[in-house]
């Protein structure tokens, strides 16, 4: 039987950030144009960070499996972009949803 380890919330959040952190640092395999149509570059944001995730990104940047990343994107727990068939994750979002446990979208009484 494998060793199951709990961790707080806290620590959660630092390895989260820990992981987006080295997805930034981590240098891409092609140059994205820098601008298209508009002043803003398009897979970025101005800090150089990218605004959406992919489901696959999203799931690996939580620990958890492609499937139940989709999940919880069919449960509406963070927003998304629907761009054809690919679905792109707000990545603020996402943070959103991990610091405030699963009652993000729902309303408390």
Same mark, same amino acid.
């Given at each position: 039987?494998?060793? @199951?380890? &709990? =961790?707080?919330?806290?620590?959660?959040? #630092?390895?989260?950030?820990?992981?987006? #952190?080295? *997805?930034?640092?981590?240098?891409?395999?092609?140059?994205?144009? &820098?601008? &298209?149509?508009?002043? *803003?570059?398009?897979? /970025? +944001?101005?800090?150089? /960070?990218?605004?959406?995730?992919?489901?696959?990104?999203?799931?690996?940047?939580?620990?958890? +499996?492609?499937?139940? *990343? =989709?999940?919880?994107? #069919?449960?509406?727990?963070?927003?998304?972009?629907?761009?054809?068939?690919?679905?792109?994750? +707000? #990545?603020? +979002? &996402? *943070?959103?949803?991990?610091?405030?446990?699963? @009652?993000?979208?729902?309303?408390?009484?």
């Amino acid at each position: 039987m494998a060793n @199951s380890v &709990l =961790y707080t919330k806290e620590q959660v959040l #630092r390895i989260v950030e820990e992981a987006f #952190r080295k *997805m930034d640092e981590t240098p891409a395999l092609q140059q994205e144009p &820098l601008n &298209l149509d508009n002043d *803003m570059p398009q897979k /970025t +944001s101005p800090e150089n /960070t990218k605004v959406t995730l992919t489901v696959a990104e999203a799931a690996e940047v939580v620990g958890i +499996s492609k499937p139940k *990343m =989709y999940e919880l994107v #069919r449960a509406g727990k963070f927003r998304i972009v629907k761009i054809g068939k690919k679905i792109l994750i +707000s #990545r603020q +979002s &996402l *943070m959103d949803w991990l610091k405030k446990g699963d @009652s993000y979208g729902k309303e408390t009484c």
